[in-house]
């Protein structure tokens, strides 16, 4: 099978320029002006942006969780996601505690085998590493699963201390892989949560208000300074703030290897989405919580100084109707996490090209060459070159759509609500090719459950 599409404007995180790309099989073969090859399929991508499909290094689907499971499984989750752009995900596999690690691998492989319509990794999430289990972590990357997220919050669930921290990085930094931080103080944010409940605060508006800026900054400062005495690289996953921010500049400024990502939820939404007297705030308790709006242009920033290197979703959707509910009496009950895994691609378009904060290629960067390169996916993913998967994205630049459930052309996600309701974007992904195979097209699903890889992933090759 091939394929060929002409005219377009090809964009990658440092190119821009017309040509024709050819694509043999799941393999981009050929790129070049008026190419007189012949080709199974033509696409004229005239007046389109050419892009490399995008990279999600954050997601959650099929996750149990606050008592439930996040409403989007696989094939629904990646399906979605594909709509919208992105042609890669990495999930977070999990460790139960007092398990092994690769138990957890397995079970997940279950969760996404036959099910993935488009190329997924899984990241480990690591809930327990006693100096007897630190060999699982080679065997983790043999086995292509090249990071691990660790958690200074949710105690009791997902939390780890500070010494299981420490050895987990040491043996990362041994093995060449890469540990990512939910870095929150969750021990100090648990106490404030109780005083909170005690004064009878039950509504969703308490999740924010008892998750101040300053434990993230605490987390991010503290997980930085044991990577930093471990002598290893550290990425911080979905920094929401300009404190926690604070932490990663200065870090960076004195040659730590620190990496991170913000997420669409932190850059376009805000504290005023809990100013709601019903239980609609749930919509948005989420970890760390949505901050005061004027964070967002620190943010901004960030992604244009190079601070933040990549824009995940942490798509993490929980229905409001059946699951957000269960915290109808204890905001500390609502599930949390939110959907965005369709929208990124658009949002970020809009607020950041559209916006004129951020170039083409910083977008592309920002959305699928950085996290490729950051989680040993580069150069098979994020870019457009001989030789890469064909995962392509024929991007219309000048298309408006406004963003909400009832538009089919913006919500594809298994969940009863949309986090960016009434938000009108311009940008939008027409025709999404996943190695080589068209499966969006005339937002028509023309992909199958099943037609995604799992992707073993490479070392962490930094710093870039
Ligand atoms: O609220 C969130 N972020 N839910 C997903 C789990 C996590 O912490 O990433
Ligand atoms: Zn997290
Ligand atoms: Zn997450």
Redesign the pocket.
């Known amino acids: 099978m091939s394929l060929l599409i002409r005219n377009g404007r090809v964009i990658t995180a440092v190119d821009d320029y017309h040509a024709d790309i050819f694509v043999e099989d799941e393999t981009v073969s050929l790129i070049g002006r008026d190419l007189e090859v012949e080709a199974d399929r033509t696409i004229d991508a005239a007046g389109r942006l050419v892009i490399p499909g995008g990279v999600d290094p ?1 997601t ?1 689907m099929d ?1 149990p ?1 606050g008592g439930t499971t996040s409403a989007d499984d696989f094939e629904t989750g990646t399906r979605a996601a594909a709509f919208g752009g992105t042609t890669t995900i990495v999930d ?1 596999a999990i460790q139960t505690k007092g398990h092994s690690t690769l138990e957890g691998l397995e079970a997940w492989h279950e969760k996404a085998a036959g099910k993935a319509g488009i190329d997924y990794g899984f990241h480990m999430i690591v809930t327990d590493m006693e100096d007897d289990r630190l060999w699982e972590m080679r065997r983790l990357a043999d086995e292509g699963v090249t990071s691990y ?1 660790m ?1 200074m ?2 105690p009791g669930v ?1 939390y780890v201390d500070d010494g299981t921290l420490f050895r987990a990085m040491r043996k990362a930094g041994e093995d060449g892989t890469l540990v990512c931080m ?1 870095a929150e103080n969750g021990i100090v944010i648990d106490e404030i949560v109780k005083i909170a409940l005690a004064e009878g605060k039950t509504a969703p508006k308490y999740h924010a208000l008892t998750r101040p800026t300053r434990m993230e900054a605490e987390g991010v400062h503290r997980s930085i300074a044991i990577a930093e005495v471990a002598g290893v690289p550290v990425y911080i ?2 920094l929401s703030c300009a404190d926690a921010l604070e932490q990663v500049t200065l870090a960076r400024d004195r040659g730590a290897q620190v990496f991170a990502e913000t997420c669409p939820q932190y850059l376009f939404l805000d504290l005023s989405h809990y100013d709601h007297d019903d239980f609609e705030g749930a919509k948005y ?4 919580p949505l901050r005061e709006k004027w964070n967002q242009e620190h943010l901004w920033r960030g992604l244009g100084f190079g601070d933040l290197q990549s824009i995940s979703t ?1 798509h ?1 959707p929980f229905c409001f109707k059946d699951q957000k509910v269960l915290g109808i009496d204890d905001f500390s009950k609502i599930p ?3 959907p965005g895994v369709e929208n990124r691609m658009s949002l970020v378009y809009n607020g950041g090209v559209v916006g004129g904060r951020l170039s083409v290629n910083k977008f592309v960067e920002l959305t699928s060459t950085a996290a490729s390169k950051l989680f040993g996916l580069f150069p098979k993913k994020g870019t457009i070159a001989v030789g890469s998967d064909a995962d392509i994205v024929v991007f219309n630049p000048d298309r408006r759509e406004t963003i909400s459930i009832d538009n089919p052309h913006t919500h594809h996600m298994r969940v009863d609500y949309n986090a960016y309701e009434g938000t009108e974007v311009q940008g939008v992904s027409e025709i999404v090719i996943s190695r080589g195979r068209v499966v969006v097209e005339d937002n028509v699903w023309h992909g199958r459950a099943g037609g995604g890889n799992f992707l073993k992933r490479g070392l962490f090759g930094g710093p870039f």
């Open positions: 954050h959650h996750m969780f977070f997220k958690f919050a949710y997902l939910h996953v979905h308790v989420m970890t760390p942490d993490c949390n996490g939110g």
